[in-house]
């Protein structure tokens, strides 16, 4: 969701501690929510309500063990494309986007086009993953792998500057 500047107005600072703690529980309720902000359940919701509105809260989601669902996994590639037009990027953009093991691609500047993160089962899987489906993808015509042997840190929450 883009957010257009000159239409949001600034966050205060109990805005940015909503946003902070709900970073932290998207589950609270907005009696506590409110309660550790110091304000009155109507004058949250509304502010909460106000942010969502704005585009600044783009939604709420369940975050999954993905090794108890088999998905250990971690790996990173490198995608570099044959051709560089804006109807190959529109190709790529749109074939990347139905592929449920990509977690997350951004097209980038540098040596390579875009970078994929993604999750699969098993080492197995990876052979497939690249050559059955990465590669086929609309110019795709160079990959680098880099297979993640431990997590140190991932996170969606932002630091809203309380």
Known sequence: ???????????????????????????L??????EQVGLSIT????????????????????????AALGAS???FVQITLSNKSGEMFDQFRR???RIPQVLECHLVSGDFDY???ARIHEMSEYRKLLGDI??????????????VME??????ALDVEE
Do not use: F, H, W
């Open 1 to 27: 969701m883009r957010i257009q500047k000159n239409t949001v107005r600034a966050l205060d600072k109990l805005d940015r501690r909503i946003l902070s703690l709900l970073q932290k529980d998207g589950r």
């Open 115 to 117: 970078i994929i993160k």
């Open 73 to 75: 996994l971690l790996m």
């Open 134 to 147: 990465l590669l086929q993808l609309p110019g795709a015509a160079q990959s680098k792998s880099y297979v």
């Open 95 to 97: 074939e990347v986007l």
């Open 43 to 66: 004058p949250c919701i509304e502010r909460v309500k106000r942010m969502e509105r704005d585009g600044i809260i783009s939604g709420y989601y369940a975050r999954l063990n993905p």
């Open 151 to 156: 997590e140190i840190k991932e996170t969606l």
């Open 29 to 34: 309720s907005m009696k506590d929510l409110g």
